[in-house]
């Protein structure tokens, strides 16, 4: 069995403090307490109430970059790697919110521009992986693309609109409706860059 590393285990528990009291109501005390640590060596880990949500955040995107890359890799033809990758940047923070039971608008507001500033790094790193499918596709003759990197990022941009942050915390508590709403997304934002063939065309019209 893997021995976890101490700040797994502390952000496990700072994630689910989270989710039962929200940002305002999570208290170092209490993620001392939940992984039997003193408050001083807590402090040696992160430093900070901030420092420990945004070490929350950081390892979500971390993780939803990891997923991202490992479909990028996958033996799926670029149009289906493409599609999968556009829903789960969207279903992957879906289900990293869920079950807050204060909803996460009292952390977005506590921590905004720290979070503005993060929110570009992840939308920068989400963008290269997505540009590398895009310039796999176009070399295979399958998409057409003047600027991969300009492209993931448009794409980025359109699907953001369903991203925790930007949904209202009824729309957070019916996710069915989310992931019906990127499942019609994905593919059309797909067909956005497919490479127009002369078949295409007859088909169209």
Not at 125 to 152: D, N, S
Request: charged content about 30%; glycine content about 6%.
């Amino acid at each position: 069995m893997v021995e976890r590393n101490t700040d797994d285990v502390i952000l496990d528990a700072a994630h689910e403090l989270l989710k039962e009291h929200g940002y305002r109501g999570m208290t170092m005390d209490e993620v001392a307490a939940r992984v039997n640590l003193g408050k001083g060596t807590l402090y040696l880990h992160f430093r900070s109430k901030e420092d420990l949500a945004l070490s929350c955040i950081d390892r979500g995107n971390r993780q939803v970059q990891e997923k991202l890359r490992t479909i990028a890799r996958s033996s799926l033809c670029p149009a289906e790697k493409l599609e999968e990758m556009l829903r789960q940047r969207v279903l992957l923070r879906l289900k990293a919110v869920a079950g807050h039971k204060t909803g996460i608008d009292d952390m977005l507001q506590a921590l905004r521009e720290p979070l503005r500033d993060r929110r570009e790094q992840y939308h920068g790193a989400e963008a290269h992986l997505i540009a590398e499918v895009l310039v796999e596709g176009r070399t295979l003759g399958a998409f057409e693309v003047e600027e991969p990197y300009e492209t993931a990022f448009a794409l980025i941009t359109a699907t953001n609109s369903l991203q925790p942050y930007s949904l209202s915390p009824q729309e957070l508590v019916e996710k069915v409706g989310v992931e019906q709403r990127i499942a019609r997304l994905a593919p059309m934002l797909v067909r956005s860059v497919l490479r127009v063939t002369l078949t295409n065309r007859a088909d169209v019209s």
